[in-house]
Structures are given as C-alpha cells and as structure tokens.
C-alpha cells in the first residue's frame, strides 16, 4: 500500500474561510444543503454511538464536549455558554469542531464552529418544523433576537416559505438590528414591543433567549391551539424559557432524550413525562403533527449527531473548494515508532542552517 | 473595561514550532520543567474536576477525549490509538490539545500534543518513580521500545540519574534504532535478546509495549525483591503488560482509580483490590516505598490532569517563546450578538474588491 503524503497536514476552515465558504455557497443554499445532511442522520439515528454532552459547569458559564460517532467517522465539538460574556465583548457562544476517520484516529478536518453551530440550530429548527409545524406556515414569531435569530429566520424561509417574521427582545435595538439585517433578504418584518404582541397570528414560535436562568419568555395564555414552538434557548440545567403549563398542553419532540432531560424545556416536568425522539419522525416511525389543534414543540437544545452532520458537510464541500489552510497539527515521523528521531532530524536541520 | 483586541485569535503550536520549542529548552530541561507542573498538580489533586476519559471505540482502537479543569483553566486532548497505523505510515498514537480561560470559555491554547504527550508520560513516570523507586536507582530495563521509549529513558536519565538502560524489543530493530539515538546523549546502553536478559540487574523496569491485547511482558519470574515497576503499555480494557501474580504481590499506584480499573494493568484484579492514589503520596499523605524489599508498581494509563499540566506548561513557556502561529478560530464580530452582521460585512467587502 502506497505511504500517503503530508499525513501530519489536517485542513482547517478559519472564521474568514467559513464566511466566504458559506457566502460563495449562498446562506440560504448552506442551510437547505446542510438541512438534507441533518435529515440525513437524524433517518440513521440508530448507527449512531450516542452519549449527553461533556459539560464542565462553572459560575458563569459551561464548557462541553460533543463527541459522536457513526462507526466509519467520528466527530466532536468544543462549545461554551457564557451569557456574560457579551459584557466583554466576546461571544456568548463559540465552538470549533473535528472531523476524524474512525479507521486510523486521524483528524481529517478542524473547522470554526461558532458559525457552524448558527447555521446547523437553525437548520436542525427548520427540519424539525417540516415535520411538525402547521402546514403552509407563513408567520412566525421571533422572540429573542441575539446571535442565533437571523439563521433561525433564513432557516425558516429557505425550508418552510416563512415569509413574515415578528420580532421581539427585551433590548429593542437588538430587534431593530436583527430586522435591518434581514430586511434586504426577502422577510416581510414587524419589530413588536412585547412578546404577547409578537405571538400574535404567527403559526410558529421560536424562542432564543440568552440568560442562564429559568425565564418564563411565553406564558400559557399565550399558545393557541395548532401553534407549532420552536424553543432553542432553553438548553442547559436551570435555564428554560416556557411556562410548565404549556408543556403539559404540547406534544413534545426532543433530539436525545437522556440529554434534553437535563437540559432542556423538559427539566420541568417528570423524569417519565412522555416524549416523542424526533428521528422516528423523521424516519417515518411515527407521525408528528397529526391533527391542526395540536400543540407541538420542538425542545431543542443541540446534541452531537447535528454538529457531525455539519462537519460531514462542510468536509464534502471542500473537495470542491480553496476556503480551508492546512494545518500542521500532526507529528509524522519518517518511520512511525521513531518520534524521538523526528527531533533529532530537526535539531542536525537546525544545527546545519 | 477596554475590550481586548484579536479576540478571534487563539495561539497555535504546530508539530514543527513544539519541535523547535523543546529544542530550544532542552529535551532533558523540558522533562524537569514539566514534570514540576505535573507534581504541582497531582500535590493539589482534590482541586480537579476529574471523570474517566470519554472513549469512542472501534474494531481497529479508539478515539479518547480527556477534559479536567482546576476552576480557573479548562483543558482537555483528543487522543487516539490505534495499533495497526504503522502499517500505513502513521502513529499509532496522535494528540492534540485545548486549553481554556473558564471564565469566558474562550481557548487560550491549541497545540499538536503527539510529541507533548510522550514527554508528559514520560515525566509522570519519573515523577512516579522519584516517590516509589529504589533510593539512587541506576539501572532500568526499558521493554518495547516504540516510540515512547526515548522519552522515558531521559526522564528517568533528567529526574532520576538514571544511567544504564537494558532494551528489549521483540523487534531487534526498534530496540536498534532506540540505542542509536539515546547512546550519544550520556546513557550506557545494552540491546538484550530478551526481557528476562533485560530484567537483569534492573532496579527500575518500564515497559511500554503497543499490542491492543493481554500480553505478558512480564512473568512472575523475572520480578526479583525491591524493584520499581513503571508499567505504561497497559492502557485500556483489553491492553495489560503483566502476570496477575506480579500484581498481588506489588503495592500498586495508580492516577485515577475509577479509570485505572478500566484501563490499567489492575482489570485483571478485583474490584476492590487496594491500590494507592499516586497524589496521596505526592501531597505528602501517604508513604510510597516504604521498605527495600517492596515491589512497587506504577499501573500508569495516563490522566486528564497530566495534560493538563503539559497544556499549562507550554502556555507559560509561550509567554517568551515565538513558537507558535496565531489561528482564526474564533469568530469575533464587533457587536457580540450581531454574528449574522459579521457575514453581512464580510460579503460588503468582497462585494467591494
């Protein structure tokens, strides 16, 4: 068998890279694309190797590790949640995430994920709608308008023909931003002043709220019947963002049960409360929406099997793309057991220079 | 506050520029300066968030990630290990490595640690050894010599003035190649035919073998009184060095019990068979060799905090070092909850050129 070459090179996507990859793709176009990789995976659900995240809880905020495997790939991502952060200019959330061959443990790819993970919440928001909003929902309510808001709404339009979108954040620049930033993109946009406003005649609810605490962003006057939730901010233990009572009138979907217990809407309720996985919908299993008085809500709090469908996508775009470096993460010595003449070849270089 | 400039940017150590680092410091100087941060932080153990390395295994090895976390710094290495990659050219084990600010979650640190992982196991062992060997050991029998080999002999050379090394490999050539390169650094050095011709005279015996199976490096017989075992090759369920007996008749130090049980030489024990924390005699609590006819083992599997330990070292040696590239790995828009604006920015630019 032919020796690859350059087997300590790893290519890795920057967040310049990742920008102009998903601007030359289109940002709607990334986000269908990815969509059908989610899709994808959620329809394999049972190759997965599947555990709850790795977190490391602090006073401020989390740190996890997201590893999954389908047997032939692995991947993980590194993610933290630090409201605070904002105060210090920084990003509530960052990630970056890798791609490895199960074969041989080798990285095949080290990418941005802060991006990344925008792009694949919202899409893995989209998909699940597709199976479970009212059909032929034009309006949705955006309640919560930080980072993750104008991919959630793209999302929406690119896979569901979202057309209207009502905003609604306790600070109303961060609306008045999200709404200039989407504007030029095709939206039709109402900035509303509370979220009692924003719900109104929107068939789809999307919550992505930000603070680290049990928050009540929609109470239960609020949800008529056949409304379709999509809650994405609740997603950590002590930070939810619906009131039980509405919990109790919905049918819940959840990416990994054992995950979304701890973190997500669901904490509220018992342990044994009743919950549908959302892959038997999407692998046809089960049906999701079924009648148009239904409640359904999306508990969303972004598991493992997502960011690898991401890695997996962005991989297979770059055969076909220059937006990634190569990386010499590596160490690859002449002949494998000899790490320690590797640094001796060096130092004679060295020396010799 | 001011905000702090290139926050996209975190530090980056490629397999080249750790190579130039540690030749720069020394080899020898890099072990001892390490292994002071490494009994550092086994003397303030109870200070760690520790768990069991998070494995993903398969037919051909296994994908590890290892997090910990002292409340002020977050780090964690992926890992993998995977016999059979010799046979293609590669390592059967590659590294590389995070660290991180807890408060913010933002890395502060990303460095290739296949090279920083064979020093930070091999100053582990000698820090081990500095606890539990023989008083003014002179004589270590070195038994698979892979790539892990030459680091352990100039730890033991650097932090236990080691000076004559008896070398066995089932494959003559390794144990060539490991003579070779150590003989012009100060050590004596005898290639032997087999490990019982290895053994003799040893005080100190380190075996370091790569088979993912039960082997038996060493039998019962070859284990005379008052010798220091250093065993490293026996590092995951299926993967030990050593005859049960030598077990039952060694007081045995281990890093982190509820993963040693797993991984270790001691899966071939009981459950509840006694084992020593290896901290507790650092910190001074506990007596390592007590007596000149005791056999002591070191069942090292290799822990979360030791790279740690390296992840820290190398960031403090950074501090004065050009050593290192600086990556674009995290996205950093001007207003943190305005990431879509990033993107929108970026293609006003390209639009623009």
């Known amino acids: 068998?032919?020796?690859?070459?350059?087997?300590?090179?790893?290519?890795?996507?920057?967040?310049?890279?990742?920008?102009?990859?998903?601007?030359?793709?289109?940002?709607?176009?990334?986000?269908?694309?990815?969509?059908?990789?989610?899709?994808?995976?959620?329809?394999?659900?049972?190759?997965?190797?599947?555990?709850?995240?790795?977190?490391?809880?602090?006073?401020?905020?989390?740190?996890?590790?997201?590893?999954?495997?389908?047997?032939?790939?692995?991947?993980?991502?590194?993610?933290?949640?630090?409201?605070?952060?904002?105060?210090?200019?920084?990003?509530?959330?960052?990630?970056?995430?890798?791609?490895?061959?199960?074969?041989?443990?080798?990285?095949?790819?080290?990418?941005?994920?802060?991006?990344?993970?925008?792009?694949?919440?919202?899409?893995?928001?989209?998909?699940?709608?597709?199976?479970?909003?009212?059909?032929?929902?034009?309006?949705?309510?955006?309640?919560?308008?930080?980072?993750?808001?104008?991919?959630?709404?793209?999302?929406?339009?690119?896979?569901?023909?979202?057309?209207?979108?009502?905003?609604?954040?306790?600070?109303?620049?961060?609306?008045?931003r999200c709404a200039r930033n989407l504007s030029p993109l095709g939206l039709q946009i109402a900035v509303c002043a509370s979220a009692?406003?924003?719900?109104?005649?929107?068939?789809?609810?999307?919550?992505?709220?930000?603070?680290?605490?049990?928050?009540?962003?929609?109470t239960d006057n609020m949800i008529g019947p056949g409304v379709h939730i999509n809650a994405v901010g609740g997603d950590c233990p002590g930070k939810t963002e619906l009131h039980r009572d509405i919990l109790l009138r919905s049918d819940i979907f959840v990416e990994y049960p054992p995950q979304t217990r701890i973190e997500g809407e669901i904490q509220q309720l018992a342990p044994d409360h009743a919950v549908t996985e959302l892959w038997q919908v999407i692998s046809g299993e089960l049906i999701g929406r079924r009648e148009a008085q239904q409640i359904t809500l999306f508990d969303s709090v972004g598991f493992a099997t997502e960011d690898f469908s991401a890695l997996r996508y962005v991989r297979d775009k770059l055969a076909a793309s220059d937006h990634f470096e190569k990386l010499d993460l590596l160490a690859d010595p002449d002949e494998p057991r000899d790490l320690f003449g590797m640094l001796l070849r060096r130092q004679a270089l060295i020396s010799a220079v």
């Open 196 to 218: 009692e406003e924003a719900v109104e005649g929107a068939e789809i609810i999307t919550t992505a709220t930000a603070d680290k605490q049990n928050a009540t962003i929609l």
């Open 1 to 176: 068998m032919p020796v690859p070459q350059n087997l300590n090179i790893v290519p890795f996507v920057s967040v310049e890279n990742m920008m102009d990859l998903v601007l030359a793709t289109g940002v709607e176009t990334f986000l269908k694309e990815l969509a059908v990789y989610i899709e994808e995976d959620f329809r394999r659900w049972e190759s997965f190797d599947k555990r709850p995240r790795v977190a490391s809880h602090s006073p401020d905020g989390v740190i996890e590790l997201m590893p999954t495997s389908d047997g032939r790939l692995y991947g993980f991502k590194y993610v933290n949640g630090h409201p605070k952060n904002t105060r210090t200019g920084r990003q509530t959330v960052t990630a970056f995430g890798v791609l490895s061959d199960v074969d041989s443990g080798y990285p095949v790819l080290l990418t941005e994920m802060t991006i990344l993970t925008a792009l694949r919440t919202a899409a893995t928001s989209a998909v699940a709608a597709k199976y479970l909003a009212p059909r032929n929902a034009r309006t949705m309510a955006l309640i919560g308008n930080g980072a993750q808001s104008e991919f959630q709404a793209l999302a929406f339009k690119a896979l569901l023909g979202v057309e209207q979108l009502r905003l609604y954040d306790i600070d109303r620049a961060a609306s008045e």
